[in-house]
């Protein structure tokens, strides 16, 4: 059974860094890639970043190249995302797949074929 689970939010401060942690079973990893979305009160979900299981290659949103980054530990099975510098409009539930693809072009992210999913933790940052 494919189990993702997110966690790791929390209210933090602007300026301040989280890092999130994403728990997952049930397949290998080198077949598949593991991204992070997430989605803010009335907006969209959007893709974060994501990481490829068999060569270990990452690609990000281009608004959070610069403050996030994602890595994994194959030994604890798990996937995570480090913020930094979080600002208020970070503010979201963030969430992990299981993904088939992902890439970026010139800062824009695109995966594909995101069908198992992780609850969200929600990270607020505020004053």
């Known amino acids: 059974e494919v189990q993702l689970q997110a966690s790791g939010g929390g209210l933090v401060q602007p300026g301040d860094s989280l890092r999130l942690s994403c728990a997952y079973s049930g397949f290998p990893l080198e077949d598949y890639v593991i991204s992070w979305f997430r989605q803010a009160p009335g907006k969209e979900r959007e893709g974060v970043s994501c990481?490829?299981?068999?060569?270990?290659?990452?690609h990000y949103s281009g608004s959070m190249k610069d403050r996030f980054s994602i890595s994994r530990d194959n030994a604890k099975n798990t996937v995570y995302l480090q913020m930094n510098n979080l600002k208020p409009e970070d503010t979201a539930v963030y969430y992990c797949?299981?993904?088939?693809?992902?890439?970026?072009?010139?800062?824009?992210?695109?995966?594909?074929?995101?069908?198992?999913w992780g609850r969200g933790t929600q990270v607020t940052v505020s004053s």
């Open positions: 797949s299981q993904s088939r693809w992902c890439n970026s072009d010139d800062g824009h992210l695109v995966i594909k074929g995101s069908r198992y």
């Open positions: 990481i490829n299981g068999n060569d270990g290659s990452a």
